[in-house]
């Protein structure tokens, strides 16, 4: 929490990533629902009800989830961005399409601390304010977004987040820890929501475990690994001011690089940096594709593939806490030695 900057009125658990993560809050998210009406999903299951969840570009985990759950990919309600080259929900048009269907029902929000293809931020703080006004659950997907808090510059795109019932963070990304390691946070005032949705039950052996407090009542496994001895060590190691320093180092590369990119007659940026990622797209010599399988070739560098806006681009991301400087230099070099071998 402290990492963070998050209050204690928290509580989590560590799963084995943020496809589960969100999964677990969205699991307590629906049996929240149900307790609106007066329903205990756990128990009873979906029966008769039509759970409305809410989003503009959510990440594919949070589809597979809603598959999961039993809710439906294709009944996720989506509002528009607040343009072509933004992932970030209109909160405008939020507000409006809100008033007009669900004014006096439930709902599920899920909004985005750093979207997968750019980085880019709901404005959690201006939508936390439905809940002054609406009955609400509103869940957060912080993969990496949530180690924006470490920041010195760019802490304040999780202003309002406090106030959020649920939030998915990836620990297997900026954490660097190693991989299938995740957590989910939930209000404390849902423990007992979350309870009902994990607990064991008909099992005498762990009889006298269930009105105890134990991790196999709170999350979706009842084995499980340690996955928090990993996070420990990670912050015993480096504290808060040395992830301070990776994520701002991280943020400066990808700064350093959108800026080459920027001034390149070879690239276009298809979307500004916004926190650590650089999502462009090839303009000359090659084509896209063609450009990004000759670079991840070389294997001293490796950038995915993603298409933003309908458009074939390529997406460099900065997590790691041994990147430096040197290290943005040789992809420039590499960079120039494709081009000018066409």
């Known amino acids: 929490m402290d990492l963070f900057n998050l209050p204690r009125t928290f509580t989590g658990g560590f799963v084995t990533g943020t496809t589960m993560a969100n999964f677990s809050a969205l699991a307590v998210a629906r049996q929240w629902f149900g307790t609106q009406l007066e329903q205990d999903i756990t128990a009873d299951g979906l029966i008769n009800l039509s759970l409305p969840v809410i989003s503009a570009t959510p990440h594919s985990s949070v589809l597979k989830s809603l598959a999961m759950l039993g809710l439906g990919r294709n009944n996720l309600i ?40 750019t980085a880019d931020f709901d404005a959690i703080a201006e939508v936390m304010e439905l809940k002054h006004t609406y009955n609400c659950w509103i869940h957060i997907d912080a993969a990496f977004g949530a180690f924006a808090a470490c920041s010195s510059q760019y802490q304040h ?102 800026n080459y990119i920027r001034k390149s007659r070879y690239f276009e940026l ?35 593939p993603t298409t933003f806006n309908h458009e074939k681009g390529i997406r460099a991301a900065f997590v790691n806490w041994r990147t430096t400087i040197e290290d943005i230099k040789l992809v420039y070099s590499l960079i120039e030695n494709i081009i000018n071998s066409k």
């Not at 528009?80 to 439930?106: C, G, M, W």
């Not at 979706?220 to 994520?247: D, H, M, Q």
């Not at 000359?284 to 490796?302: H, I, M």
Request: aromatic residues 12%.
């Open 270 to 304: 298809l979307a500004e940096v916004r926190l650590n990622i650089v999502c462009f797209k090839v303009t000359a010599a090659c084509d896209t594709a063609e450009f990004l399988q000759k670079l991840n070739k070389t294997g001293l560098v490796f950038m995915t």
């Open 78 to 117: 989506t509002i528009p961005t607040l343009s072509n080259q933004r992932e970030a929900i209109d909160v405008a048009k939020l507000k409006l399409f809100i008033e007009y269907n669900f004014q006096h029902q439930p709902f599920i929000l899920v909004l985005n601390a750093g979207t997968a293809n």
């Open 157 to 258: 795109l999780l202003n309002g987040w406090e106030m959020a019932d649920s939030i998915a963070i990836d620990c297997h990304k900026w954490l660097n820890v190693p991989y299938e390691n995740a957590c989910f946070f939930t209000r404390k005032e849902h423990f007992k929501l979350q309870f009902n949705q994990f607990k064991n039950s008909n099992v005498p052996y762990l009889e006298n475990q269930l009105e105890n407090f134990n991790f196999m009542n709170i999350l979706p496994e009842n084995s499980r690994r340690l996955k928090a001895l990993p996070v420990l060590f990670s912050l015993l190691a480096y504290g808060r001011e040395g992830y301070r320093y990776i994520v701002d180092n991280s943020i400066d590369l990808a700064q350093e690089f959108g």
